[in-house]
């Protein structure tokens, strides 16, 4: 039995689960040359050759790993069709790297390709449904967040404004301050110096109450500021508790055993248990096709016989690595 298990989605810690795997190899070197031969048989041939073209035919045949489709839980939500072109795209695969045809479609025969519906497929569908929400919350953070960069901007600004005010005031003050200081020691003020004095201190008292008003106003841009910053905290909350209950949907760190591929002298079957999409389906299916074809598990990283799945396998583009057709050509290799 080759299991194929998937990283839970969004979770980082993993725990492997340890998959026992007893393979039983097949019989293979089918040529193209025999199918070719049978396929440009004469129109009426005779009795003879029909016969020994139509055992080359069977003997090409019982070297095919052979399939149908068994059983499909409506709740997958996919077509009998669908799932075909999907375990098409999947044998694909194998056959384009092994460069011959390996697989063979059948109405009842060979491995039955079953969609088995349990609670693992409704986590997924679960998780789907809550997806919208999570991403509406996330937008909702990078807004609020993209706001409040402008709110501390804005109050950045008018702080550094009224600062060099202040210090620009500061210094009239000291220079009024010096001034006075000088005539009164000297007493000796004319009328016009007088007059002048008198204009500076107006002007320095006005300009105090602008600074006052300024203050509040810049103090009115510190609190919008503050209140951007709890409105980005409260987001970033709602964001957080709503992903640690998706996240709880799955048991942390737990896996979740995907695919299975068994084959032993009494049963024979590929079972699907969750898939996210069709490329995913096609991933995991491609995987337990592999075992079909004897194909063991593969350790690197990122290859398709790898008994973890990439929990981002459906996003990426389905490939054969070097280190899984070494794998498919040492399974070729073996003798029934
Ligand atoms: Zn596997």
Redesign the pocket.
Known sequence: M???VRRPWLLLVLVLVG?LITVRSYNRGVSRAILAESQVAPANPPRELAAKIATDQASANANLVTWHIGSVDPRFGITEKELADCIRKATDLWEAAAGTRLFRQDEKEGFPVNLVFDERQELLLEQRKEKPHLDELAETVRQLKEYRQTTLQRFENANKELEARYKAHETAVRDYNAKVGYWNRTRDASPEVVSELDATKASLQSEAEALESQHDAVAKLRDQDSEAVQAVNRAVDALNSAAAAFNALAKPGAMTQV?V?VRSSKVEKIEVFAFQDFNSLTCTLA??F??ALGVA?VQKTGAL?N?VADAKAGEKELRLTDEDKQALQEALKKDP
């Open positions: 080759q299991s194929h998959v695919g591929c995987h337990e592999g075992h598990h016989m008994p």
